[in-house]
């Protein structure tokens, strides 16, 4: 006989839209399984399914209201490894660019795909996916968080042989996304986050707070080298955030937030240099430190592959 029930009667999902959804515990089990399941597949093609394929069979919708390169590439080649599937949609080629209503368009893909992901510009929109779809849906970045971003930076500094417990990471320039999912990471994974801004490019209370209320300290400061001095991770990210006019007063104030060999100096001699890219190297990072030895951007890139497989096993809630 066939399940005949409604779908507002199916199992509750796990939604991953900020880090907090999922806890400490689990982002820790997440890493674990992903640096288990990166080591399994040394050598292997990139597309081959990994051994178990614990999502045979099942599908993932990605939404995309901005542009993206690791995002896209990341949660497909993920879906492939674990032996699943993927679609695109964007605004231009769907009915959300002709005013179907995200509530529609969520119960819509609820009857027809396993999972969504979706990258848009309002978190908001994130939060009403999630409210009306009775599948997993995730989070791929809101203009508010990145937590898919932080949980494959996490796995970097682990794999460079870092404990995260009393890290010291500092981050320079706008307090956007990125920082804010890295001091939302602070309050669950316990570390320190010194923050250099501009005045008026501060990250939003609420995740300092978050981070201070765990009891990460954090610090706000205006001082670049100051910031910088014996910390174990660097980390940037581009001054203009996708969709943002170039406004030549941000890139004014934002100069002497630029990550060079003098302020790589102020750290630990074997601090880990961070950049989600696209970067815009000669504004935010130069080209020594970006192209040097401490950086570890591009496996930082790759990991978004086995951040994304463990973050969807979670939400499945298959993660063992």
């Known amino acids: 006989m066939s399940d005949s029930r409604p779908l507002d009667l199916a199992p509750a999902v796990q939604n991953f839209l900020d880090l907090s959804d999922a806890g400490g515990n689990a982002i820790a089990g997440m890493m674990a399984d992903a640096i288990d399941r990166k080591a399994l597949r040394k050598g292997w093609p990139k597309a081959k399914p990994d051994a178990d394929k614990p999502l045979d069979g099942r599908v993932l919708a990605m939404i995309f209201e ?98 995260l417990p009393g890290l010291e990471v500092a981050w320079f320039g706008d307090g956007n996304n990125v920082l804010h999912s890295i001091l939302e990471a602070a309050a669950l994974m316990k570390f320190n986050v010194r923050v250099a801004t501009p005045a008026g490019y501060e990250p939003e209370a609420e995740f300092v707070e978050m981070a201070r209320d765990a009891g990460c300290t954090v610090t706000l400061t205006q001082n670049a080298s100051s910031a910088a001095m014996g910390a174990d991770v660097i980390v940037t990210d581009t001054w203009i955030s996708m969709g943002q006019a170039d406004a030549a007063e941000k890139r004014a104030a934002m100069a002497p937030y630029q990550v060079n060999e003098a302020l790589m100096a102020q750290a630990k001699s074997d601090a880990l240099f961070l950049h989600c890219l696209p970067a815009h190297v000669g504004d935010e990072v130069n080209e020594a430190v970006f192209e040097g030895p401490q950086s570890v951007v591009f496996h930082e890139a790759e990991n978004r592959i086995h951040a994304q497989k463990s973050i969807l096993l979670w939400a499945f809630g298959l993660l063992k």
Do not use: W, Y
């Open 66 to 163: 901005k542009n993206s390169t690791r995002t896209r590439v990341s949660f497909d080649i993920a879906m492939r490894q674990l032996g699943g599937s993927c679609l695109i949609l964007d605004s231009a080629t769907s009915q959300l660019g002709r005013g179907e209503t995200i509530a529609d368009t969520a119960r819509v893909l609820s009857r027809m795909v396993d999972a969504i992901m979706i990258r848009t510009d309002d978190h908001a929109k994130a939060e009403e996916l999630a409210d009306h779809a009775h599948v997993p849906v995730i989070n791929g970045l809101t203009d508010r968080s990145h937590p898919c971003q932080i949980v494959a930076d996490l796995l970097t500094v682990i794999e460079h042989g870092k404990s």
